[in-house]
């Protein structure tokens, strides 16, 4: 079976950093898109980030962008996603999903991906 999953949530303190890594299994991230989502209660899934299969391509909501920094490591058929200066709006569960895609490109829209972690909770709160 395909699977991610993901791992390094947990409670930090408001400027606090996290590092969550998302590693496949049932399938090679060398062809794959991977992105990173989430979502807080009472509110849309929002797109984060994505990094293209080559990771030569990566891109950024607005509302990360400058604090969180996404990469993979193909090699460890894993994806990470480095969080700092987190803020309590950044409570939500996490998730990373992928889709095969061109070598130099990603997006960010949930209806591009096909395959999903099960999420991790981030909570940021003093």
């Known amino acids: 079976q395909l699977q991610f999953v993901e791992s390094g949530g947990g409670l930090v303190q408001p400027g606090g950093s996290l590092r969550l890594s998302c590693a496949a299994s049932?399938?090679?991230?060398?062809?794959?898109?991977v992105g990173w989502f989430r979502q807080a209660p009472g509110k849309e899934r929002e797109g984060l980030s994505c990094?293209?299969?080559?990771?030569?391509?990566?891109k950024y909501a607005l509302s990360v962008k400058g604090r969180f920094t996404i990469s993979r490591d193909n090699a460890k058929n894993t994806v990470y996603l480095q969080m700092n200066s987190l803020k309590p709006e950044d409570t939500a569960v996490y998730y990373c999903?992928?889709?095969?895609?061109?070598?130099?490109?990603?997006?960010?829209?949930?209806?591009?991906?096909?395959?999903w972690g099960q999420g991790t909770q981030v909570t940021v709160s003093s």
């Open positions: 999903a992928a889709y095969i895609g061109v070598p130099d490109m990603c997006f960010m829209t949930n209806e591009a991906y096909n395959y």
């Open positions: 990094i293209s299969g080559s990771g030569g391509s990566t």
């Open positions: 049932g399938f090679t991230l060398d062809y794959y898109a």
